[in-house]
């Protein structure tokens, strides 16, 4: 879910073990020279959700940490892609901290139904979740760090039963 962590604590894990960084909330706002909350305004939620479906399956990317939008899930090509060579990690927060945590959401270019709350969406979503996840990490009632220490376990795991995923490419 958005708030949950997944670009600070995807920023952290790729330092932390020597990997590259990719948002993909980023591509999408250099590709279309636009913010998230504007093409939300502009063009609906659901031109968001195409836009995130393309960037998502146009990614083809070796020993990176991905931060993916919480609405990736939406897009079962998108997820598939991913799920190709990479594992998917599922940062679970509450509702209550996903409020804590985004504060006000209209500004925030959540890709959402106009009619939906909050709630709805959670309850939507965290089936979209756990279908999709290799591995969830409860992300909340921990610090940065001790989540932290959870991915790089995990990236640990990957990269001992998976070296190609970490081989970088050389010239
Ligand atoms: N234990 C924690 N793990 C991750 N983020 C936390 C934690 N506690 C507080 N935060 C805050 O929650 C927010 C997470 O936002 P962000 O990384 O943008 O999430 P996402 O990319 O999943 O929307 C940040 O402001 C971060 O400082
Ligand atoms: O959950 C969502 O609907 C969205 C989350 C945002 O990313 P974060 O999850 O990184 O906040 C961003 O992709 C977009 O504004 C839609
Ligand atoms: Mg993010």
Redesign the pocket.
Known sequence: M????????GVLLAKAAALGFVDTDLLIQSQTGSTLQAIVDGEGYQALRRIEEQVLCSLDVTGQVI?TG?SAVYSDRAMRHLKQNSIVVF?DISLTAVRQ?IGDFSLRGISKRPDQSLEDLFAERYELYTRYADVIIQ?EH???NQ?LEELLKVTAEIQRDLPALHKQPHS
């Open positions: 958005p708030g949950s962590g997944k670009s600070t604590l931060a919480g940062l945590r992300g921990k610090s940065q989540v």
